[in-house]
């Protein structure tokens, strides 16, 4: 897509927002940063939504917990000065005080409520394609899409499809690329044959900052112009990844089942049954509504193949997509490596430690409440870092201690540099491994 495409056209379907102000809700999230890029493009003031942490808050952000305030009044010095609201919170599983009925309903009708109040001109709600039968996470959404809907208040409810990025992934687009990435053969969820209409995240940006600059009103399902196959999508990812192979490993619907139903009660991993639902079901939009998008907004989305090739693949591309089953990957190991040491120091006999430091400067260190204590340290980091508590201070810790135990036997042991099975000499791979893993500890 050239600029053209993407600059705000001059006709009835799109003013010109010069000093306007929008707020975006969410704005931390992997799709708030495409649509605030529209938005500015747009030429809008960005003010960002985001939960309040204690700290000072900078002069482009307000507070904006959809889980706290959920009283219109709550949102009136966030909304101070703001001309448009774009709302792209949501979570996928509810966690404490984030449940669906707080952060997809009653925070986001106390903000439009709070709207109407202040006197806020627009509001935009980026909501998902879906059916209500699917999970509590589609259901909340369009629940509160009706709610906003039936306000006195200029609203536009877009509901994507699966939404993509070749720029990054996040949550279900990095599993799915992963999947496409997987050497010799790319990995599908069942046979592939499920359909979806996979949208750009800068597309739905684009349309996003035309809603909230014109006069549209209403329900907006937002897909490319065709539908596809699960499986076509794959393989579309893996050629613009530059990966060899088309052959395809069909995992049967059962096991991915079993394994999202694992995930689900466990809290974790990107993919929820709600989103397997969907996905299953078929992620399609109405027949007309590609039509209806390029008549009311002025702007028609893109299929993937051509959005691929305007964003053409790095090796950091190939990376990111093959290190998604690595990262994890390396986390146990380093979590098994920790405990296996935690096991040997506390299991060793006594009269071996006591020989191995004897005629050492060791032997007067108490060696056996030494290995004894630093096997405690060992299960308390792996197990840290097992649970997900604090990763990267776990991983540094890890560091730190393999860095001193390496110094402290290397120089009291000497001989150990030398032992035919590795000794020390292993622990030279330790510390970029556990670097490694810090950096990927970042998700976000």
């Known amino acids: 897509m050239d600029d053209t495409a993407l600059a705000p056209r001059n006709d009835a379907r799109t003013d010109s927002p010069a000093a ?6 969410g704005a931390n ?26 700290r000072e808050l900078r002069a482009d952000q307000r507070v904006a917990d ?9 949102w009136h010095d966030t909304l101070r000065g703001v001309n448009a609201v774009i ?7 509810e966690s404490g005080e984030q449940t669906f009925q707080t952060i997809h309903i009653d925070g986001p009708l106390a903000l439009a409520q709070a709207c109407l109040d202040t006197g806020v001109q627009r509001f935009v709600q980026i909501s998902a394609l879906g059916e209500p039968a699917d999970g509590g996470f589609i259901a909340s959404k369009h629940r509160f899409d009706d709610a906003l809907l039936a306000l006195p208040l200029r609203a536009v409810v877009l509901r994507p499809s699966v939404v993509y990025a070749a720029s990054g992934s996040y949550g279900g687009t990095s599993l799915l690329r992963a999947l496409a990435a997987f050497p010799g053969r790319h990995l599908l969820p069942g046979d592939g044959r499920w359909p979806l209409q996979p949208v750009a995240a800068e597309d739905l940006g684009e349309i996003a900052a035309r809603a909230a600059g014109g006069d549209q009103s209403g329900i907006y399902q937002i897909g490319s112009p065709r539908p596809m196959s699960l499986r076509e999508y794959q393989l579309a990812w893996r050629r613009w990844l530059r990966i060899d192979g088309s052959g395809a490993v069909a995992f049967p619907e059962s096991l991915v089942s079993l394994q999202v139903a694992i995930s689900e009660r466990l809290g974790r991993g990107p993919v929820g049954e709600t989103m397997w639902r969907m996905l299953r079901r078929g992620n399609v939009t109405a027949p007309d509504a590609h039509a209806r ?15 691929l090739a305007a964003t053409p693949s790095q090796v950091q591309d190939r990376w990111q997509a093959q290190l998604y089953f690595l990262a994890p990957t390396l986390r146990l190991a380093i979590v098994a490596l920790w405990l296996i040491s935690a096991v040997a120091g506390w299991l060793t006999p006594a009269t071996t430690i006591e020989a191995m430091a004897a005629h050492s400067p060791m032997a007067s260190l108490q060696p056996v409440l030494l290995a004894r204590a630093t096997a405690g340290l060992d299960a308390a980091l ?8 604090r990763v990267r201070w776990m991983l540094g810790l890890m560091g730190i ?16 540099w030398l032992d035919p099975l590795g000794g020390l000499a292993k622990n030279l791979v330790v510390p970029p491994a556990l670097a490694v893993a810090w950096v990927l500890a970042d998700r976000r």
């Not at 959809?66 to 709550?74: E, G, I, K």
């Not at 709302?87 to 599983?93: E, M, Q, S, W």
């Open 29 to 54: 999230g992997f799709l708030a940063g495409y649509l605030i890029a529209a938005l500015q493009r747009h030429g809008w003031r960005i003010l960002r939504g985001v939960r309040d942490s204690g």
């Open 66 to 74: 959809l889980a706290r305030m959920t009283a219109p009044r709550d």
């Open 87 to 93: 709302n792209v919170a949501g979570i996928l599983r």
């Open 293 to 307: 998008l390029q008549s009311d907004f002025g702007y028609a989305t893109r299929d993937l193949a051509a959005a």
């Open 382 to 389: 792996a197990l840290g870092l097992l649970f997900g508590w």
């Open 401 to 416: 201690s393999v860095l001193a135990y390496t110094l402290a036997f290397g120089v009291l042991l000497p001989a150990q």
């Open 20 to 25: 306007r102000t929008a707020l975006v809700i």
